[in-house]
C-alpha cells in the first residue's frame, strides 16, 4: 500500500514558478513509475508528467513540456514538479499518482496510487 500527500499548491501570477512535492510511504516507493495529472474545473483528468522508477525516464503532456520538471528521490521517498513560466491555463488541482510497476505511463488507469491533490492557481 502507498499513501501520497501533495504540497506546494498555491496562487501564483502568470510566469511565476511553483514547485509541488508528493510525500510518499510505503516500503516499495522505489519499484514505482510515478505520474503527475491535473484536473481543471469541468474538465477531465490530464496527465502532465510520468517517471520511471529509477528516475531515468520521463515523459511529459505537450502542453507542459520544456516548462516543467519531473525528479524524484528514491532515498527520501518523493517525488516532485518543477513548474516555470506558469500560465493561467495551468490552473487546476494537481495529483500525484504511483503506478503498480517500473515503466512511465501516461493513462490515469494505468495508475494504482493516487494522492488528495493540491491546488494551483495562476492568475494573468
Known amino acids: 500500500q502507498v499513501q501520497l500527500v501533495e504540497s506546494g499548491g498555491g496562487l501564483v501570477q502568470a510566469g511565476d514558478s511553483l514547485r509541488l512535492s508528493c510525500a510518499a510511504s510505503?516500503?516499495?516507493?522505489?519499484?514505482?513509475?510515478m505520474g503527475w495529472f491535473r484536473q481543471a474545473p469541468g474538465q477531465e483528468r490530464e496527465f502532465v508528467s510520468s517517471?520511471?522508477?529509477?528516475?531515468?525516464?520521463?515523459l511529459y503532456a505537450d502542453s507542459v513540456k520544456g516548462r516543467f520538471t519531473i525528479s524524484r528521490d528514491n532515498a527520501k521517498n518523493t517525488v516532485s514538479l518543477q513548474m516555470n513560466s506558469l500560465k493561467p491555463e495551468d490552473s487546476a488541482v494537481y495529483y500525484c499518482?504511483?503506478?503498480?510497476?517500473?515503466?512511465?505511463?501516461?493513462?490515469?488507469?494505468?495508475?494504482?496510487?493516487w494522492g488528495q491533490g493540491t491546488q494551483v492557481s495562476v492568475s494573468s
Open positions: 499518482a504511483a503506478t503498480g510497476s517500473s515503466g512511465i505511463a501516461s493513462r490515469p488507469q494505468s495508475y494504482a496510487y
Open positions: 510505503g516500503r516499495f516507493f522505489s519499484n514505482y513509475a
Open positions: 517517471i520511471s522508477s529509477s528516475g531515468r525516464s520521463t
